[in-house]
Structure formats: C-alpha cells, structure tokens
C-alpha cells in the first residue's frame, strides 16, 4: 500500500458484495477488506459445490482474501438469480449482523462461454443483431440487470427503516459510446437506469444508489482470454474506489450516477495495486 492516501476506515461498516468469487467483485470485497470492513462475500461457486463453468475461484478464497486484507470475511453460497435465495441471503445477513450498510452488486454472467472471441453458441462479439439467436441477450439481461434488481429490492427494506446505506451496481458506462455488443450494451444501459431510477426512490429515505464503471479489468477471464495486455487495471481498483465511496459521508450526493473508478481515484487520492493511478477508462483506447 505504499504511496497510497490513507486508508479509510470501515471498521464498524457491514458490507455485503453479490458476485464476488472473481473479477471484479473479488476485488471490491478485497478493497473493503482493506478498509477494515465485515465483508460478506456471495456467488455460485463454493468449495463445497458446483462452480461456474468448472473455474478454480470460489467464495471461500473471497472470504479468505477479505481477512488477509485486514477485514472479516465471511461466505454465503448464493444465486442471484433467485428471488428466493437472494431474500434467504440477506434475512441470513440482518438475522447475523443486524444490519446492511454497503450492498454491491457484481453478478455478471453474460461472458459465461466466451473465449475472448466467440460465445459459447459460436457468434463472434459484435456480430449485428439481425445476424444472431436473442438468446445470449436473455442471459446477460438475467445474469446481470435482474440479479442486480434483486438484491436492491432485498435490503432496501432494512436500509429505509435505518435511513442509511449506499447500493452500489457494478456496470459500465454507456453514456460516452457504443460498447460494441448489442446485448453487452442493453445489459450495461438497463444496469445504469436501475441505479439511477432506485437513486430517485431511495433518496427520500437517505439511502444511496448509484453505479461504478471500472475500466479493463484484469480478471481471470480477461488472462485466460489472452487479454491482459489490454487490461488497464487490476480488480482492487474498483474495491478501492468503492471503499472510499462508503466512507465518505457526503456520498448522497452522487446518487443515481455511474462513476469512474479513475475519477475517483484522481479525486480521493488511492491507487491501483501496483501503485499507478490509471485515468478514466476510454472507449477504444
């Protein structure tokens, strides 16, 4: 952590991260870990169960991850694409710890098959939609924007009544340019109205959504793809950039936008794992 702003101080601060046995959301409970924060880390992928696509990465190593960082990890085997478990995840959770404070969604299952290429069905990315089944558009919308929906509506409850809490959705920002996938660019765009529309009635109640847009992320997809040298920045970017945001106490203030990891970074002074501060992410750079 050398050559990084201080570090701030989640000690008391119950974070719940949705998607977090890899990517992106590994990351983001790793940040949190830094910051001293109870972490409860969920996915499909478990030690003791199946795991996605038969990959190595599960909660367990999340929850470990969160300790090593200087936090308290814990895992919850989950999916998100379940109204039913998502509602027995966070009743675990308030039963356990009492309340919810951070609540990340990270789920995305939309690149399950994809070799960096191709999906599983054989279409290359960016092929024109008129060319391609609209099946691949089912999966993303309901591994992505629904189980992001779900875990909203799930501790928004226990948020209002505490009129506290910050929602976060991982996404991508669709605002500066076309993603180059039809259905990427759907999920992406339906993931960003949500936090802009659970921002609008969330607000009243002194809860906050919003969303955070990482850049290319160097996950272990993206090097087993062989696309690590496109990649801009680790996952513990966005980690870091959402600890910062949990800890700020004027965050309300950029409910219902989608923020750069870079941004913010420039903004509250932390750096990547390996110390750079790599800037806003652009399309096509």
Same mark, same amino acid.
């Given at each position: 952590?050398?050559?990084?702003?201080?570090?701030?101080?989640?000690?008391?601060?119950?974070?719940?991260?949705?998607?977090?046995?890899?990517?992106?959301?590994?990351?983001?409970?790793?940040?949190?870990?830094?910051?001293?924060?109870?972490?409860?880390?969920?996915?499909?992928?478990?030690?003791?169960?199946?795991?996605?696509?038969?990959?190595?990465?599960?909660?367990?190593?999340?929850?470990?991850?969160?300790?090593?960082?200087?936090?308290?990890?814990?895992?919850?085997?989950?999916?998100?694409?379940?109204?039913?478990?998502?509602?027995?995840?966070?009743?675990?959770?308030?039963?356990?710890?009492?309340?919810?404070?951070?609540?990340?969604?990270?789920?995305?299952?939309?690149?399950?098959?994809?070799?960096?290429?191709?999906?599983?069905?054989?279409?290359?990315?960016?092929?024109?939609?008129?060319?391609?089944?609209?099946?691949?558009?089912?999966?993303?919308?309901?591994?992505?924007?629904?189980?992001?929906?779900?875990?909203?509506?799930?501790?928004?409850?226990?948020?209002?009544?505490?009129?506290?809490?910050?929602?976060?959705?991982?996404?991508?920002?669709?605002?500066?340019?076309?993603?180059?996938?039809?259905?990427?660019?759907?999920?992406?765009?339906?993931?960003?109205?949500?936090?802009?529309?659970?921002?609008?009635?969330?607000?009243?109640?002194?809860? +906050?959504?919003?969303? /955070?847009?990482? !850049?290319?992320? $160097?996950?272990?997809? @993206?090097? #087993?793809?062989?696309?690590?040298? &496109? %990649? +801009?920045?680790?996952? /513990?970017?966005? !980690?870091?950039? $959402?600890?910062?945001? @949990?800890? #700020?106490?004027?965050?309300?203030? &950029? %409910?219902?936008?989608?923020?750069?990891?870079?941004?913010?970074?420039?903004?509250?002074?932390?750096? #990547?794992?390996?110390?750079?501060?790599?800037?806003?992410?652009?399309?096509?750079?």
């Amino acid at each position: 952590m050398s050559g990084r702003a201080s570090v701030p101080d989640l000690s008391r601060t119950i974070c719940l991260v949705a998607g977090a046995s890899r990517g992106v959301g590994r990351g983001i409970a790793r940040g949190l870990g830094e910051a001293g924060a109870t972490v409860i880390v969920t996915a499909r992928s478990s030690e003791t169960g199946p795991r996605t696509e038969g990959r190595p990465e599960t909660i367990e190593d999340t929850a470990r991850e969160v300790d090593a960082a200087g936090g308290e990890g814990h895992h919850y085997l989950c999916d998100h694409t379940s109204e039913r478990a998502v509602d027995g995840l966070v009743h675990w959770v308030l039963r356990r710890f009492g309340r919810i404070d951070v609540a990340v969604s990270s789920v995305w299952g939309g690149n399950e098959g994809f070799d960096g290429e191709s999906y599983a069905d054989g279409i290359e990315w960016g092929t024109p939609f008129w060319r391609r089944s609209a099946e691949s558009f089912s999966q993303g919308f309901e591994t992505g924007p629904y189980p992001a929906l779900l875990l909203a509506r799930a501790v928004a409850p226990a948020m209002v009544s505490a009129k506290h809490g910050l929602i976060a959705f991982v996404s991508f920002d669709t605002e500066t340019g076309y993603l180059g996938d039809v259905f990427y660019d759907l999920a992406k765009a339906s993931t960003n109205r949500l936090a802009f529309a659970c921002a609008r009635e969330l607000a009243p109640h002194g809860v +906050t959504a919003l969303g /955070l847009s990482p !850049g290319f992320v $160097l996950t272990e997809r @993206a090097r #087993d793809n062989g696309h690590a040298d &496109r %990649a +801009t920045e680790s996952p /513990l970017y966005a !980690g870091r950039a $959402l600890a910062a945001l @949990a800890a #700020d106490p004027d965050v309300q203030a &950029r %409910a219902g936008r989608i923020l750069h990891a870079g941004d913010l970074a420039a903004e509250y002074g932390f750096t #990547d794992a390996d110390g750079t501060t790599p800037p806003r992410f652009q399309l096509g750079s």
